[in-house]
């Protein structure tokens, strides 16, 4: 006669199988479909290139050591490839910028939707979804028609008499930031909105109670409560502003290059798919740790109760 007491455990051993061959193909999915494409990118990244695009199956480190540095063509002697940590610095730089200035404005858009009365909230977040309805150049183009030099904030200056010739905002790094903050803004907005509609906002009446400034009710209350959703809004905007590509390529006019319009060139006319690849898994690795933070602050957010 068996153990009862082996039954339940037979039972669970079922449930668990049973759960592993329903994610069996959502897992073949993650590995042929994504982890495939960058086994392979990796793999390139390891050879040599082709002469005319594509790569020779013959084992390479120059595309990991062209990363950084690079030789001179006199003198064979060794030096940073400038242009390449340049470009680096600027996608990180403008990526930061850019995330900081959708907390900037993202934070009181979230707030002030999140304080409406419940049947308002919808109207005013159907106004942040509405620009995902539009294809991402469009988007561009339309911030590119505001800010260039005979564009609406142009007119306007020179309308009001605050400036006399036109301010030239395109084909910088500025237009980039711009363009690229109005593009993933919603991505700030989004996750804050979900942390403040959960908010408990007798705790910020408790607070001016006691007789606390409006300072120490945000960064004491308010920025604690709702730091999850400031975490995750700031990896979704910074990822991927990072690789963006589009919105640099026509805002920055092909002179302001960042990390994707490198790739892209180095797969196109630069036809040195292993340099493209190295400088694709470089990107990953930049990823991969901005995930990592927000994997250990996330982990550490428990709000201790009295």
Known sequence: ???????????????????????????????????????????????????????????????????????????????????????????????????????????????????????????????????????????????????????????????????????????????IMIGMLYVYLPLMVLPLYASMERLDFSLVEAGYDLYATRFAVLRRIILPLVKPGLIAGSILVFVPSLGAYVTPRVMGGGKQLMLGNLIELQFGQGRNWPLGAALSITLLAIVMVALIFYVRAAGKEEVPHG
């Open 1 to 175: 006669m068996a153990d009862v007491s082996e039954v339940p455990s037979a039972r669970e051993r079922a449930i668990v199988r049973n759960r592993w061959l329903l994610l069996t193909p959502a897992l073949a999915i993650l590995i042929f479909a994504a982890s495939g494409p960058l086994l392979i990118t990796l793999t390139y990244s390891f050879l040599t290139p082709g002469d005319y695009g594509g790569v020779e199956w013959k084992f390479s480190t120059d595309a990991w050591f062209n990363v950084i540095l690079q030789r001179d063509i006199f003198d064979d002697t060794l030096m940073f490839a400038d242009a390449h940590l340049s470009i680096l610095w600027r996608s990180v730089k403008l990526s930061l910028m850019t995330t900081i200035g959708a907390i900037i404005l993202g934070f009181p858009t979230a707030y002030f939707i999140a304080t409406r009365p419940k049947a308002h909230r919808d109207f005013w977040m159907l106004l942040i979804i509405i620009p995902f309805w539009t294809n991402l150049l469009i988007r561009t183009f339309a911030v590119m028609e505001l800010i260039r030099n005979e564009g609406t904030l142009n007119t306007l200056l020179m309308a009001v008499g605050i400036i006399d010739d036109p301010i030239q905002i395109l084909y910088t790094e500025t237009a």
